[in-house]
């Protein structure tokens, strides 16, 4: 059983910043990827980024987030980090974490944690 635990989420004005953390936990042999995605009014559930074990970055990084923000993983504790800059009223939304996970018995599938409320207001 894999285990994603979400925590960072909360209330921001405008311009300002909060980091998401990730934690997986249960049993499996590797995490081929982590990431986030996001689910914002009105829209359907989008990727924001990825980072994959074996290297390269599949981020979307596409006009909405780029240069604001920044996906990292912390290898030792299994936890992935959004680090959400510059905040905007239209980033406000769900945000979910995604592990990639493998293992012997049932290989390779994605696990979902739970979302986390961001919101972006005055």
């Known amino acids: 059983q894999v285990q994603l635990m979400e925590s960072g989420g909360g209330l921001v004005q405008p311009g300002g910043s909060l980091r998401l953390s990730c934690e997986v936990s249960?049993?499996?042999?590797?995490?081929?990827?982590l990431g986030w995605y996001r689910q914002t009014l009105g829209q359907q559930r989008e990727e924001v980024g990825t980072?994959?074990?074996?290297?390269?970055?599949?981020?979307k990084w596409d006009d909405p987030v780029k240069g604001r923000f920044t996906i990292s993983k912390d290898n030792s504790k299994n936890i992935v980090y959004l680090q959400m800059n510059s905040l905007k009223p239209e980033d406000t939304g769900v945000y979910y974490c995604?592990?990639?996970?493998?293992?012997?018995?049932?290989?390779?599938?994605?696990?979902w944690g739970q979302g986390t409320q961001v919101t972006v207001s005055l």
């Open positions: 995604k592990a990639n996970v493998y293992d012997y018995s049932s290989g390779s599938r994605d696990y």
């Open positions: 249960g049993s499996f042999v590797a995490i081929n990827g």
């Open positions: 980072i994959w074990r074996r290297g390269g970055g599949a981020g």
